[in-house]
């Protein structure tokens, strides 16, 4: 079963809400607008991971596309060639923590335990 297959929070918005034009001003208000509906979602470990595999633009998982890729970019043990899918899972768990999704949901949509959840919380900071 794919995550989308769930009865999901955005899908009750406007799509448009989730690809603002822009970062200040009204931008930056339908951004944290789009990140609230984003925390009222059981499924933001699994969509922020999938944005991280396409590489989408707007917001996905209660992160901008910018946030994605300053977590890329900084995660911990970033190699030359680019973060190993392993990587990019424990920057998108730590990324869901960090925008307000609960630890014990992250934990249990990575399949990880919340003292692994720790430990990569503690590695990133």
Known sequence: MDFRDHDLPCRAEDPELFFPVGTGGPAAR?????????????????????AF?????????????AERRRAKR???????????PQQERRAAAVACVRQGARRVAVAAQ??????????????SA
């Open 74 to 84: 900084h995660g911990p043990g970033r190699s030359a060639a680019g973060p190993s």
């Open 30 to 50: 339908q951004i944290e607008e789009a990140k609230a509906v984003c925390r009222r979602c059981p499924v933001t470990a699994a969509c922020l991971s999938r």
């Open 110 to 123: 990575y399949g990880i335990s919340s003292r692994t959840l720790d430990r990569w919380l503690v590695a």
């Open 53 to 65: 595999e396409l590489g989408a633009g707007g917001v996905w998982g209660a992160t901008t596309q």
